[in-house]
């Protein structure tokens, strides 16, 4: 039976001809990467154990083979296992005490997709610098004019600590209130919550931007969210050079993988983690150490998300390489290692 016929439009036939190779392509592909999976199971497989731990407990594939192609070789599984803690928590950056927004001060906005928890940040951030300076260092801000009650929730939380909020509708009343603000130690500005995807998200960053005192904007990652979703919000969000993140719902995520493989490949500062709903206690400084150590910890249960034994040459084959990543500070292997950037 043919394909395509003598009278089909050029158009058409391309687009099957491309169809083809394409399809040709991943067949091949998935061969070479089946047969390359075969051969590195023989010759490193400590590597591969490795590997197989990454990609089950929730890292992507891209981050997982830059880490592979730079592990050095003939390391034992437990070696291994030592030298990824060590490149992930190297590669991990976070706010270290002392350098935090309660200490250090100045105006930030959060911003992140609806439901991440902003409003109840601002809170948390608003209580600690409530106790280390006092109400009078503080004010609070919301541009959330669009759901109804939206700033009600932050003036209740106002009134409780005695500090004073602001409603902003535009770019000129922004201003004006930052001006009239300029002897606060801390502002913080509650945004709307907006889609990755929302046309006006760039409305967002123009207010923010245009201020005229320095802004600084620190996104909202949902630690159970999934790691494409992740990926895609921080692109959107990231355009104009975020300031750093903040990692919120821990506690419901059965693995933060996904969240802090987005975090490390675009190298975003991590400010907090939260990890509950109470006012200010569920907010704590990142410690690489233990998020290392509890995101390599093996997921209980089988997942369906899991790749088969059979499965993993393809899912690797289905991503390229990464660029941006740092060299291990793991003392062992310091030597063998180089640089992790692609």
């Given at each position: 039976?043919?394909?395509?016929?003598?009278?089909?439009?050029?158009?058409?036939?391309?687009?099957e001809?491309?169809?083809?190779?394409?399809?040709?392509?991943g067949?091949?592909?998935?061969?070479?990467?089946g047969?390359?999976?075969?051969e590195?199971?023989?010759?490193?497989p400590?590597k591969?154990?490795?590997?197989?731990?990454m990609?089950?407990?929730?890292?992507?594939?891209?981050?997982?083979?830059?880490l592979?192609?730079?592990?050095?070789?003939?390391?034992?599984?437990?070696?291994s296992?030592?030298?990824l803690k060590?490149?992930?928590?190297?590669?991990l950056?976070?706010?270290?005490?002392?350098?935090?927004?309660?200490?250090?001060?100045?105006?930030?906005?959060?911003?992140g997709?609806?439901?991440?928890?902003?409003?109840?940040?601002?809170?948390?951030?608003?209580?600690?610098?409530t106790l280390?300076?006092?109400?009078?260092?503080?004010a609070?801000?919301?541009t959330?004019?669009?759901?109804?009650?939206?700033?009600?929730q932050?003036?209740?939380?106002?009134?409780?600590?005695?500090?004073?909020?602001?409603?902003?509708?535009?770019?000129?009343?922004?201003q004006f209130?930052l001006?009239?603000?300029?002897n606060?130690?801390?502002?913080?500005?509650?945004?709307?919550?907006?889609?990755?995807?929302?046309r006006?998200?760039?409305?967002?960053?123009?207010?923010?931007?245009?201020?005229?005192?320095?802004?600084?904007?620190?996104?909202?990652?949902?630690a159970?969210?999934?790691?494409?979703?992740?990926?895609?919000?921080?692109?959107?969000?990231?355009?104009?050079?975020?300031?750093?993140?903040?990692?919120?719902?821990?506690?419901?995520?059965?693995?933060?993988?996904?969240a802090l493989?987005?975090?490390?490949?675009?190298?975003?500062m991590?400010?907090?983690?939260?990890?509950?709903?109470?006012?200010p206690?569920?907010?704590h400084?990142?410690n690489?150490?233990?998020?290392?150590?509890?995101?390599?910890?093996?997921?209980?249960?089988?997942s369906?998300?899991?790749?088969?034994e059979?499965?993993?040459?393809?899912?690797?084959?289905a991503?390229?390489?990464?660029s941006?990543?740092?060299?291990?500070?793991y003392?062992?292997?310091k030597?063998?290692?180089g640089a992790?950037?692609?």
């Amino acid at each position: 039976m043919e394909t395509g016929s003598k009278d089909a439009p050029p158009d058409l036939m391309s687009q099957e001809i491309i169809r083809e190779i394409k399809f040709l392509r991943g067949m091949l592909e998935g061969q070479l990467s089946g047969f390359a999976w075969g051969e590195l199971q023989r010759e490193e497989p400590a590597k591969v154990e490795a590997l197989r731990h990454m990609l089950s407990v929730g890292f992507s594939p891209l981050l997982s083979r830059q880490l592979l192609d730079k592990m050095p070789s003939g390391y034992d599984l437990e070696k291994s296992l030592r030298w990824l803690k060590a490149a992930l928590m190297h590669n991990l950056h976070v706010v270290k005490a002392g350098d935090d927004i309660v200490e250090c001060g100045g105006v930030y906005a959060l911003t992140g997709p609806t439901g991440v928890g902003k409003t109840t940040t601002v809170a948390k951030l608003a209580a600690r610098c409530t106790l280390k300076h006092g109400p009078a260092s503080l004010a609070l801000i919301t541009t959330d004019t669009y759901r109804i009650g939206a700033h009600e929730q932050l003036r209740i939380y106002g009134k409780i600590l005695g500090v004073p909020v602001y409603v902003i509708k535009d770019e000129a009343d922004l201003q004006f209130t930052l001006s009239d603000l300029q002897n606060k130690h801390l502002i913080l500005i509650d945004t709307v919550g907006m889609s990755q995807r929302d046309r006006r998200l760039s409305e967002q960053v123009a207010l923010l931007s245009g201020a005229g005192r320095s802004i600084k904007r620190l996104l909202l990652l949902s630690a159970n969210g999934q790691g494409s979703t992740l990926e895609d919000v921080v692109r959107s969000y990231n355009k104009d050079d975020m300031d750093g993140c903040i990692l919120t719902k821990i506690d419901e995520a059965i693995s933060i993988a996904p969240a802090l493989d987005v975090v490390i490949r675009h190298k975003l500062m991590l400010h907090y983690i939260a990890n509950g709903q109470r006012v200010p206690e569920d907010l704590h400084l990142p410690n690489p150490v233990y998020l290392v150590d509890r995101v390599l910890k093996p997921v209980q249960g089988d997942s369906p998300f899991t790749p088969l034994e059979a499965e993993y040459p393809l899912v690797m084959a289905a991503t390229g390489g990464l660029s941006g990543v740092e060299p291990t500070a793991y003392t062992e292997v310091k030597r063998d290692v180089g640089a992790l950037r692609g």
